[in-house]
Antibody, heavy 123, light 113 residues
């Protein structure tokens, strides 16, 4: 069974940093691209970032480019999102998600999701 | 970016009746190389992450009941629940994965009448 267990959310001041983690199990982690998607409470879904299975290719939404860094440790089956220079508009529930069929982080849907962690950016 | 627009924003259907949700993309999501539409549907219940229902516009994900079906091509798509069950109360989202960034519709809230 595929499992994605997230950790690392919380309250942070504007301009601060936070690191999210997503521990994967139940599948060959390095065979699949992984993603971060966020959702402002009561609102829709916004793609944040993607990383290829080999951690070579990384992609970001314009809204977080230059501030967030996605990475993965395939030896530990863990995905990360390091968030710097956080803003109030980054406040959301953050989900990690698994690619539906490919390692290339391109043109795919998400077939498994983590439970989500809340990030609140406030003074 | 491709804009995904769902209709209606909310919908109330009687148990056992059909529910239909529409999704329109601002440009075609049909990948001509293999004639597949890069369109997925998700179901999200309160306090839970989204759950994949359909991909390729009409292929059900593993374990999804066959009362859920998808249709459409290029820019216009439909999610149909043939007979509404109580556990189908949720918000439904469409997603295009034809281009980066992948984008989602605003969601359709489905309730029981």
């Amino acid at each position: 069974e595929v499992r994605l267990l997230q950790s690392g959310g919380g309250l942070v001041q504007p301009g601060g940093s936070l690191r999210l983690s997503c521990a994967a199990s139940g599948f060959m982690f390095s065979d699949y691209a992984m993603y971060w998607v966020r959702q402002v409470p009561g609102k829709g879904l916004e793609w944040v970032s993607a990383v290829s299975g080999d951690d070579v290719n990384r992609y970001y939404a314009d809204s977080v480019k230059g501030r967030f860094t996605i990475s993965r440790d395939n030896s530990k089956n863990t995905l990360f999102l390091h968030m710097d220079s956080l803003r109030a508009e980054d406040t959301a529930v953050y989900y990690c998600a698994k690619d539906g069929y490919t390692a290339t982080a391109s043109k795919s849907y998400f077939d498994s999701w983590g439970q989500g962690v809340g990030v609140t950016v406030s003074a | 970016d491709i804009v995904m627009t769902q209709s209606p924003d909310s919908l109330a259907v009687s148990l056992g009746e059909r529910a239909t949700i529409n999704c329109k993309s601002s440009q075609s999501v049909l990948y001509n190389y293999d004639n597949k539409n890069f369109l997925a549907w998700y179901q999200q219940k309160p306090g839970q992450p989204p759950k994949l229902l359909l991909y390729g516009s009409s292929t059900r994900a593993s374990g999804v009941p066959d009362r859920f079906s998808g249709s459409g091509s290029e820019t216009d798509f439909t999610l149909t629940i043939s007979t509404l069950h109580p556990e189908d109360v949720a918000i439904y989202y469409c997603q295009q994965y034809y281009t980066r960034p992948t984008t989602f519709g605003q969601g359709t809230r489905l309730a029981i009448k």
